[in-house]
T-cell receptor, first 114, second 111 residues
């Protein structure tokens, strides 16, 4: 299984809602990532988890809250988002942090904040 | 900030032609990777070239790396309509940092 599965595929939420994005991989990867991608732009790193611990937070606003319940799962909790947070949110994983192997990406969650 | 800068930003070619995309970066790297993204979907890894390598092939793909010029190129030979996608280079800097993506090249292959 070389897949990274993200749910939901699409999400529309109001600015007062609380929602969560989920990501799952069963490749035994110990590094997991959240990226945000706006239209016609490259993915921008948000968070890195290394061995289930948050190792990098790229100055992301606190309305985005990541969580890594176990080595296979990564969540992104959303609260009080703004319309400008609408984007494609991509989860990725790689074998070992810092070993510079390929990253495997999920298909993303297309988020619209209204 | 983005590490890599691709050019051209957009490229349109006929099926069967070769497509060349370039990537430049600013700091020393461990390796450079190329990814492909179909419209609004996840990224797919194409090829990784290490900083001590100069050229690498995979099927119809050929990647070169010139660390003295801090640049890389991706050549897709005998392009197909199915190659239509955005292509990104990604680098990780020395010091075990995660991937940072360039701005990407949008390739259109016309049948």
């Amino acid at each position: 299984d070389t897949e990274v599965t993200q749910t939901p595929k699409h999400l529309v939420m109001g600015m007062t809602n609380k929602k969560s994005l989920k990501c799952e991989q069963h490749m035994g990867h110990r590094a997991m990532y959240w990226y945000k991608q706006k239209a016609k732009k490259p993915p921008e790193l948000m968070f890195v988890y290394s061995y289930e611990k948050l190792s990098i937070n790229e100055s992301v606003p606190s309305r985005f809250s990541p969580e890594c319940p176990n080595s296979s799962l990564l969540n992104l909790h959303l609260h009080a988002l703004q319309p400008e947070d609408s984007a494609l949110y991509l989860c990725a994983s790689s074998q070992e942090p810092g070993q510079h192997t390929e990253a495997f990406f999920g298909q993303g969650t297309r988020l619209t904040v209204v | 900030s983005q590490q890599g800068e691709e050019d051209p930003q957009a490229l349109s070619i006929q099926e069967g032609e070769n497509a060349t995309m370039n990537c430049s970066y600013k700091t020393s790297i461990n390796n450079l990777q190329w990814y492909r993204q179909n419209s609004g979907r996840g990224l797919v890894h194409l090829i990784l070239i290490r900083s001590n390598e100069r050229e690498k092939h995979s099927g119809r793909l050929r990647v070169t790396l010139d660390t003295s010029k801090k640049s890389s190129s991706l050549l897709i030979t005998a392009s197909r309509a199915a190659d239509t996608a955005s292509y990104f280079c990604a680098t990780d800097r020395i010091g075990n940092t995660p991937l940072v993506f360039g701005k990407g090249t949008r390739l259109s292959v016309i049948a």
